[in-house]
């Protein structure tokens, strides 16, 4: 049982940069991978990014990429998502889910999240323009 807690969201500026994080319960942490995913007003939930037990993967949303960054610690039981020259179109609730047996490969391509094993309660980011 692994239990998810994201914190770090809040209010910035449009070119701002934010990081949220991940905390994760549980002894076996390092055996989960680790997606990141966020949910705007009225839209359907879509992937952000993902990274793999040992962090040493990594794969992002074309929407993100060359502006945010997944990495995680996993002697801290966390995972973090660096956000940098944030837009009002990034605007939503984030959220990180884990599991033992999807890949962060597949986490980038998946068009159902609903094989995901665990999944936090969110946090919201606010990008103002």
């Known amino acids: 049982q692994v239990q998810l807690v994201e914190s770090g969201g809040g209010l910035v500026q449009a070119g701002g940069s934010l990081r949220v994080s991940c905390a994760a319960s549980?002894?076996?942490?390092?055996?989960?991978?680790v997606g990141w995913f966020r949910q705007a007003p009225g839209k359907e939930r879509e992937f952000v990014a993902s990274i793999s037990r040992g962090g040493g993967i990594t794969y992002y949303a074309d929407s993100v990429k060359g502006r945010f960054i997944v990495s995680r610690d996993n002697a801290q039981n966390t995972v973090y998502l660096q956000m940098n020259s944030l837009k009002p179109e990034d605007t939503a609730v984030y959220y990180c889910?884990?599991?033992?047996?999807?890949?962060?490969?597949?986490?980038?391509?998946?068009?159902?999240?609903?094989?995901?094993?665990?999944w936090g309660k969110g946090t919201l980011v606010t990008v103002s323009s």
């Open positions: 889910a884990a599991d033992p047996i999807i890949s962060a490969q597949a986490m980038s391509v998946m068009t159902s999240y609903s094989g995901m094993d665990y």
């Open positions: 549980g002894r076996t942490f390092s055996s989960y991978r």
